[in-house]
């Protein structure tokens, strides 16, 4: 079922929220929307108060902002109708029962109005779900989208036991498909700067306690002084600026009790994707508790370590075939030590088989097979 290129595709994404990675794979689908189906114009249904990244090819509209009045919740709801396919993705979007609740009312609309039109899901990955009731909620959802299109051979196998009919496909992160769709803009591999390395840790809002008792502190510090001892620069990156993380608190941090402070540099994500890449493509190496700080680091042929707090972490190491001992929990007892021993010693990106990047031709194909179900 080719796309109307007339008309503009609803998206719900997490969007304008001051995360680097939901930006970079908000611009990998709408570069695919645009190079593989001639798409134009995208709707998101709402995005925060930060801003969406530009691109070239694709405008953006926003139905709902962060104030979410009376008179925008009720002009949201009649100009779902003027739209033709809802997507949802991509990224780990799928948790709380309550978040899924009203992507599932959502949905519905949708359904009122546009009965026989597709929607589906698309470069997302399913859980971690707090309760059992989350999990089921989105087993009722999925089994009403017509497609499912996962990042990670987990999450393809999670939804596939929650639905029927075979709608789960399997793909990449829709941000591995930027350096194909954007190769005029991608930062030169030049540039690499062989005595800096970048960092990302990140804290959440909520640990109130996190600089008191937390040894991850700790170890961060350790992580980042050893570098400094081995004579090399740190570029602490804030990819996230959402009011529920503190990653600029952790990083200020890190630099004022480090020993030598002015060897350490905070680089701020500020919404410009291409800035923050071309930041990274200067670290010699990238040690990052962020997804899409890992990702960055693959696309960039830059050698990277995995701290994971989260299973998608894990999911996209594996899925490119990362050796386990660059592929590190943030539980582990002896987290710093470990970073350090291979740190220096291993090149995660020269044994790695996996193409760089999705093609959008791969991905096109799966999304031209889901659609043909709508």
């Known amino acids: 079922m080719p796309l109307d290129r007339t008309s503009a595709p609803l998206v719900s994404a997490w969007i304008g929220e001051g995360n680097y990675g939901d930006e970079l794979m908000a611009l990998g689908l709408r570069g695919l929307l645009h190079k593989e189906f001639g798409i134009e114009r995208l709707n998101y249904y709402q995005a925060g108060g930060f801003g969406i990244t530009v691109d070239p090819w694709v405008r953006v509209s926003t139905l709902r902002?962060?104030?979410?009045?009376?008179?925008?919740?009720?002009?949201?709801?009649?100009?779902?109708?003027?739209?033709?396919?809802?997507?949802?993705?991509?990224?780990?979007?799928?948790?709380?029962?309550?978040?899924?609740?009203?992507?599932h009312t959502l949905l519905r609309r949708y359904r009122r109005f546009k009965k026989n039109k597709p929607a589906g899901a698309v470069g997302i990955s399913v859980g971690p779900f707090p309760t059992e009731a989350a999990r089921r909620q989105c087993g009722k959802f999925f089994n009403e989208l017509d497609f499912i299109v996962c990042r990670d051979a987990e999450s393809a196998s999670m939804a596939a036991a929650m639905t029927s009919g075979g709608k789960v496909s399997l793909c990449g992160d829709l941000a591995l498909l930027v350096p194909h769709l954007f190769e005029q803009e991608m930062p030169d591999p030049a540039c690499r700067k062989p005595d800096l390395v970048g960092m990302s840790f990140l804290k959440r809002k909520a640990d109130q306690t996190f600089f008191e008792h937390h040894r991850l502190v700790e170890g961060f510090q350790k992580i980042l002084d050893s570098v400094i001892l081995s004579g090399k620069k740190v570029r602490l990156f804030t990819f996230c600026l959402s009011p529920q993380m503190e990653d600029a608190t952790l990083n200020e941090y890190l630099r004022s009790n480090s020993l030598a402070s002015e060897r350490v540099e905070i680089y701020s994500f500020n919404g410009n994707v291409f800035e923050t890449m071309a930041q990274c493509n200067e670290c010699s190496s990238f040690i990052s508790m962020r997804l899409h700080g890992l990702i960055t680091a693959y696309i960039l042929n830059i050698p990277m370590i995995s701290i994971g707090y989260n299973p998608k972490n894990f999911y996209f190491m594996n899925m490119i075939g990362a050796p386990q001992e660059v592929s590190l929990s943030w539980e582990t007892p002896s987290l710093a030590a470990d970073v350090l021993q291979r740190l220096d010693k291993v090149n995660v990106t020269a044994p790695l088989t996996l193409q760089k990047g999705m093609k959008p031709e791969q991905v096109r194909k799966i999304l031209y097979a889901a659609l043909s179900h709508g």
């Open 65 to 103: 902002s962060p104030g979410n009045s009376i008179q925008e919740k009720i002009l949201s709801y009649f100009a779902i109708p003027r739209h033709d396919l809802l997507l949802y993705g991509g990224g780990s979007i799928f948790h709380s029962e309550n978040s899924i609740a009203w992507k």
